[in-house]
């Protein structure tokens, strides 16, 4: 019997333009009312996650930023695997060597010192992924990111390494020249403490070693007296493996890449056709 769900977000619980579709969402709400734990276990920061769930009427705990950090259904923060800062500024070195876009996220919040850059390589991104989308719906999106203040300007990232209040959770790096990210991954693999993985074939994502989703599930289910053989997962990409491999019952998405869809054995429907709610419902259901 499954008593814990958990979920990623982007090209899984979310639709290309960012929603919770209404069949997630009743999906969700009734694993509730049968005291199934849901949980969401994504790459973004904790703002961005809350934003979309407070759009939906949802609340949720979260597994945030690849597990860096934990909080509790009323945002608390519950623990954080924070990246060491010397290693952090390594990598960001690596980065901008190889002419790599890259964000910062914090304790604070995620920064970024090019916002038309932010908002252009979003865009380019989603389009490519999804090209039945209109580009002004995802223009909007991408700009939505910004002007809510999910993402911050910072003259230099700095600031963000040498200054104590700041937490260095994960740099998340994107380009679509695929020889530029190689290099940065090869870069990167010189430098000890880091988790490198991937949400999209164009961007890389660095945590530290303690801030995986898996190990951030596991200790999520084991403090609420729930085996990780109760539990299901649902993931379409490579930073939601480490969970993947450690649930009972993973899932891919219908849009998941082949070799996540390997891993899993089972497949729902894609993001865009409410996969994370038929899951949800066939499993109540079973």
């Known amino acids: 019997m499954i008593k814990c769900i958990a979920t990623d977000m982007d090209g899984t619980l979310l639709t290309a333009t960012q929603q919770i579709?209404?069949?997630?969402?009743?999906?969700?709400?009734?694993?509730?009312?049968?005291?199934?734990?849901?949980?969401?276990?994504?790459?973004?920061?904790?703002?961005?996650?809350?934003?979309?769930?407070?759009?939906?009427?949802?609340?949720?705990?979260?597994?945030?930023?690849?597990?860096?950090?934990?909080?509790?259904?009323?945002?608390?923060?519950?623990?954080?695997?924070?990246?060491?800062?010397?290693?952090?500024?390594?990598?960001?070195?690596?980065?901008?060597?190889?002419?790599?876009?890259?964000?910062?996220?914090?304790?604070?919040?995620?920064?970024?010192?090019?916002?038309?850059?932010?908002?252009?390589?979003?865009?380019?991104?989603?389009?490519?992924?999804?090209?039945?989308?209109?580009?002004?719906?995802?223009?909007?999106?991408?700009?939505?990111?910004?002007?809510?203040?999910?993402?911050?300007?910072?003259?230099?990232?700095?600031?963000?390494?040498?200054?104590?209040?700041?937490?260095?959770?994960?740099?998340l790096a994107f380009s679509l020249d695929d020889d530029k990210l190689e290099a940065a991954r090869s870069g990167l693999k010189e430098i000890s403490g880091l988790a490198v993985s991937s949400s999209g074939r164009e961007n890389i994502e660095i945590t530290s070693l303690d801030a995986q989703k898996g190990i951030a599930l596991e200790k999520f289910v084991a403090s609420r007296g729930i085996s990780l053989q109760e539990t299901m997962a649902l993931g379409d990409n490579f930073n939601d493996v480490s969970m993947l491999k450690k649930v009972g019952k993973p899932v891919a998405m219908g849009n998941a890449a082949e070799e996540i869809k390997q891993l899993c054995g089972e497949v729902t429907l894609s993001n865009e056709e409410s996969g994370v709610g038929k899951a949800i419902i066939k499993v109540l259901v079973d």
């Open 21 to 171: 579709t209404a069949e997630n969402r009743e999906a969700i709400i009734k694993a509730k009312e049968q005291g199934v734990e849901v949980v969401v276990a994504t790459g973004r920061s904790f703002q961005e996650a809350r934003f979309v769930l407070e759009e939906s009427g949802l609340k949720l705990p979260m597994i945030c930023v690849n597990g860096a950090e934990v909080r509790s259904e009323n945002g608390e923060v519950v623990s954080s695997s924070p990246l060491n800062k010397a290693e952090a500024r390594q990598a960001a070195l690596r980065l901008v060597e190889n002419g790599v876009y890259f964000e910062v996220y914090t304790n604070k919040g995620t920064f970024t010192e090019d916002e038309d850059m932010a908002i252009t390589i979003i865009v380019d991104i989603f389009s490519t992924a999804n090209p039945e989308v209109p580009i002004e719906k995802i223009a909007e999106a991408a700009e939505e990111r910004m002007h809510k203040g999910l993402i911050t300007k910072i003259e230099h990232y700095d600031r963000l390494f040498e200054d104590d209040q700041y937490e260095i959770y994960k740099l």
